[in-house]
């Protein structure tokens, strides 16, 4: 399977899993709460930072309102674009003290982008890769603008039919761009787990044989480890301050003590996953000799006494003669005394 190459980063099966922690609009308007963020995911392990960069007006049209997307509770009735522009997305003037500041923390940082013009604007920051949303797999003019930007891409593919991810693929393969990741997305705000098919990731690799992650919009993290289980060679999740916030994306983003345990989660699984060859920890190797079964004397076994099923039995530990030996061992006499309970050797018989 191929492998994308994110400044130094490789990304694929084989490699440690690439977690994004998404600040996306959780930002509050406020620097101090996106450099809180930032501070938590690089303490917490994350690999990158990810922010969102569009032109509402380019992405929305002017006439969709909040009551529209049930969002005026939250904003009031107004045009969508105006809420966009005032609540979700993070001000454009911020975006150089943010990727400096995060580089200063060990983080990689990039942002989703929506045209030509967004990468445009974030390639002034040197971004080592662009997001694409589920929303744009469908918007082939801009995915074949974007694969000329020569930087790996990373595609959602939440709402959309194979055959519709087939055809971004091609559209991005096709303009000279192969450092390609596709990400399995359900998009619902949280997902239930009976719509999620997480065997989707599975599916995506060895239809595309491309790096497959999971965008995950559940709160909890359970998820993620049986994505990285099937295979996520990427793992992305919204984060915030407090879950309580006012914002589309609270409720459903992880919270700083989630973070730490979403790292920590997917490492130990990666430990765990360790290797399709069959070997044995030392720790196992050590238990082998405790744990398993081997003759015992069950009575007391006079010198010259046969030994018999009456008088051995096969316990642990295992010690002594493996079971397998039975047929040799029984009819044997004993060449000393051995007491009741003593692990037998091959040295105790003729």
Not at 59 to 71: N, R, Y
Request: net charge neutral; hydrophobic share 40%.
């Amino acid at each position: 399977m191929k492998e994308i190459n994110i400044n130094g980063r490789k990304v694929g099966l084989g490699h440690p899993v690439y977690l994004i922690a998404e600040i996306g609009s959780n930002h509050c308007n406020d620097k101090a709460v996106v450099k809180k963020l930032i501070d938590i995911a690089a303490g917490a392990g994350f690999d990158a930072v990810k922010f969102q960069t569009y032109e509402p007006l380019e992405v929305f049209s002017g006439k969709i309102t909040t009551t529209e997307l049930k969002m005026d509770p939250m904003y009031g009735h107004k045009p969508w674009v105006e809420a966009a522009r005032d609540n979700i997305l993070m001000p454009r003037e911020w975006f150089a003290e943010m990727f400096a500041y995060a580089r200063q923390k060990s983080l990689q940082v990039f942002s989703t982008v929506h045209s030509a013009r967004d990468a445009e604007f974030v390639m002034q920051f040197d971004p080592p890769v662009f997001k694409v949303a589920s929303l744009d797999v469908t918007y082939l003019d801009f995915l074949a603008d974007l694969a000329g930007f020569k930087k790996p891409i990373i595609l959602s593919t939440g709402m959309h039919y194979l055959g519709e991810i087939e055809e971004a693929v091609d559209t991005i393969l096709k303009n000279g761009n192969d450092q390609l990741a596709l990400l399995h997305c359900v998009s619902n705000y949280p997902p239930r787990p009976q719509d999620v098919n997480l065997n989707n990731i599975p599916m995506l690799q060895k239809a595309f044989d491309l790096p497959v992650g999971y965008s995950d919009h559940h709160p909890d993290n359970y998820m993620d480890v049986a994505a990285v289980a099937l295979g996520a060679c990427i793992i992305e999740k919204h984060v915030t301050l407090d879950r309580s916030l006012k914002g589309p994306d609270h409720p459903f983003a992880l919270d700083p003590e989630a973070m730490m345990d979403l790292v920590k989660n997917v490492r130990d699984t990666e430990k765990a996953l360790g290797t399709s060859k069959r070997v044995l920890s030392p720790s196992e190797l050590l238990a082998r000799t405790v744990t398993r079964r081997s003759f015992v004397a069950r009575t007391d076994i006079k010198k010259g006494e046969v030994l018999t099923r009456d008088n051995v039995k096969v316990t642990r530990p295992g010690t002594g003669i493996h079971p397998k030996f039975k047929d040799r061992l029984l009819g044997r006499k004993a060449v000393k005394d051995i007491e009741k309970e003593d692990v037998i050797s091959w040295e105790m018989v003729e």
